[in-house]
């Protein structure tokens, strides 16, 4: 089902989802100008876009799963391919190389979340990413550094699965899918909260 | 041709008397001097009028006493800053304006680059440069900053922090192209759709999700930049331009729009780009970049030559809108006084302002803070560092200042 968190409405779908509310509705002025602006010509220029074109680009996964490839991958077979392929920036333990290769593997500080107080506390998938989707969609985009985009699904699968692993979120002889990413909760998944800053005097 | 007569300007007065050339600039360029102490200064003739100079050029440059220069880290996943003490006015060269990409800068041919929309809409379309370019243009002044801009002063304020290091990750400029509300209607936005996911054509296919509320209000797809084509560090041929919103959802190298009901939940809206707080959680969704100003001179490296009047200057800007007050204090704080806001202040732009100070030779610090038309005041790093606690990542726009000691050397002051 994809979840319905829009603004002001569905509270407890969006918190189903384990995900933040969105933000609220725009202010009434720029309302006002998002309302001119829905009024207007339309010119006609482009072209159709044909169902074999929009899916070759359309690889995103979203929060709710849709986009999820076929495929499988295991923690053994993960870890061959995260030690060949991305150890050599993000770290033989997945510590990430500071600044620029994220830390990938590490669950401390096990109590509370306090990122917000301590600047030198690493963030990891494990202690701070709130969805399992993200991993399998950004792994599957962008990874590995120096051919991105190559991975099959099935090795998308099993590098997922054992940074998931690593991190102690499924077991270590998961053999991950569509349907296992969806059952993961992730640790951080209830720790992020919308954006309340609206402008005037409050600082927030 | 024109090697030859810039070389032989050049040879001419070296010939001569080296230093003494440079009498007539002024002494406040001395700091930028000493720092560029290890490449020797070019050297002009005594007296211009008496050689002819240089031939027309097919593309010109500055001169060669002006050198401005962003900050490269080397790597593909990195930032460069704006010099924002060497520049005046509001409008950034594109050429120094600030840099922050994940996966370098992608080559892209302008004739095979298409927009793709679909998802919620009445017809998925595919959209080629010259099909966009065919739409009613628009130009528009609007500032891009990137939300982790200024988390050095924030988190480790030291004395020898620049302009360009404390606050460089921002720049104003002239966008053109066509509002993303042309595009919607081209497709036909479904009303059920509330959110769109914006995707970039570079290494990591850069994914952001925005509310498709801020579409029809003000975003724009540019393909101009400063009156050229973009320059390709910012998103030649194509960029998402959402004004006020942090700048990495300004996606460059755009190629796929998909109109969706919920957020996507991309690694660049959960790992990145999230607030964590001192009370155990994280903000999600913070878009809006909130009022900021920095005085970009006086300011480090460059030294104040002696006491009198200097005009101090700076930028301004907020994401919420207009900037409506500037006030500058030279006491660390203790008092304030308004600047003056030079026309035109437009919303979601920079704005220079600027006042004038006549300093009498003993220590000062010099400040400045932000007022913008939601009534926010731009408030000091304690006041933020209370509610966001030191280790929130992004939106760091407290107020910060420069120290001028008594024999006009400049530093840093972030203690606020």
């Known amino acids: 089902m994809r979840c319905a968190s829009i603004p002001a409405v569905l509270v407890v779908a969006a918190a189903a989802c384990g995900a933040p509310q969105p933000p609220a509705a725009v202010p009434s002025g720029e309302a006002a100008e998002a309302a001119i602006n829905k009024e207007g010509p339309r010119y006609g220029l482009g072209r159709s876009a044909d169902a074999a074109r929009v899916a070759a680009l359309d690889i995103d996964v979203g929060a709710d799963g849709r986009g999820l490839p076929a495929g499988r991958g295991s923690v053994a077979d993960g870890e061959k391919l995260y030690q060949a392929q991305c150890g050599n920036c993000h770290g033989a333990q997945g510590q990430g190389m500071a600044p620029v290769y994220p830390a990938l593997i590490g669950r401390e500080p096990r109590e509370g979340f306090p990122f917000g107080t301590d600047p030198k506390l690493v963030r990891t998938v494990g202690n701070y990413w709130s969805h399992a989707t993200t991993l399998v969609d950004y792994v599957r985009r962008a990874m590995p550094l120096t051919a991105p985009g190559s991975l099959t699904d099935d090795q998308v699968y099993a590098v997922s699965a054992y940074i998931l692993a690593a991190n102690e979120i499924i077991p270590k002889d998961a053999v991950l899918d569509s349907a296992g990413v969806m059952a993961i909760q992730m640790p951080a998944k209830d720790r992020f909260v919308p954006d309340d800053r609206r402008g005037g005097p409050e600082v927030k | ?416």
């Open chain 2, 1 to 416: 041709m024109t090697d030859l007569s810039r070389r032989d300007l050049l040879a001419g007065a070296a010939a001569l008397v080296g230093g003494a050339v440079l009498a007539g600039l002024p002494e406040s360029v001395e700091g930028q001097a000493a720092k560029a102490a290890a490449a020797p200064r070019p050297v002009a003739p005594p007296d211009p009028t008496k050689l002819q100079g240089g031939p027309t050029s097919a593309v010109g440059s500055r001169s060669p006493y002006v050198t401005p220069a962003r900050t490269p880290t080397g790597e593909t996943v990195g930032n460069s800053l704006t010099p924002l003490q060497e520049l005046s006015g509001t409008i950034t060269p594109s050429d120094v304006h600030f840099e922050r990409h994940h996966a370098g800068v992608p080559s892209i041919d302008p004739l095979r680059h298409e927009l793709v929309i679909h998802g919620l809409v009445e017809r998925p379309m595919v959209f080629t440069m010259e099909d966009l370019q065919r739409l009613p243009p628009v130009t528009r002044t609007y500032f891009i900053e990137c939300s982790g801009n200024g988390r050095a002063s924030y988190r480790d304020p030291k004395p020898d922090l620049t302009p360009q290091k404390a606050g460089g990750l921002t720049g104003n400029t002239e966008w053109t192209g066509v509002t993303l509300a042309q595009l919607f209607r081209e497709v036909g936005v479904k009303p059920e759709a509330e959110w769109f996911l914006a995707e970039g054509g570079d290494a990591c296919v850069m994914t952001r999700s925005v509310p498709v509320a801020k579409g029809w209000e003000d975003a724009l797809l540019v393909y101009g930049q400063n009156g050229e084509p973009l320059r390709p560090e910012q998103g030649y041929p194509l960029r998402l331009l959402l004004p006020g919103y942090e700048g990495n959802m300004s996606v460059k190298w755009l190629r796929r729009i998909e109109l969706g009901t919920a957020p996507w939940m991309t690694r660049w809206e959960t790992s990145k780009y999230t607030d964590p707080l001192p009370n155990g959680t994280a903000r999600a969704w913070s878009f809006a970049m909130d009022a900021m100003s920095i005085i970009t001179a006086p300011a480090t490296p460059r030294k104040l030559s002696g006491k009198g009047w200097w005009p101090i200057s700076g930028l301004a800007w907020s994401g919420r809108g207009k900037v409506t007050r500037v006030e500058v204090s030279t006491d660390g704080g203790k008092r304030w006084q308004d600047a003056e806001l030079v026309a035109p202040v437009l919303s979601k732009a920079h704005t220079r302002f600027t006042h004038m100070w006549e300093w009498n030779g003993t220590e000062a610090v010099l400040l400045s803070r932000a007022t913008d038309e939601t009534g926010y005041v731009q408030p000091t790093r304690t006041a933020l560092l209370e509610v966001r606690g030191k280790g929130t990542d992004f939106h760091f726009n407290h107020v910060r200042g420069w120290r001028v000691a008594p024999d006009g050397q400049i530093s840093f002051y972030g203690e606020t």
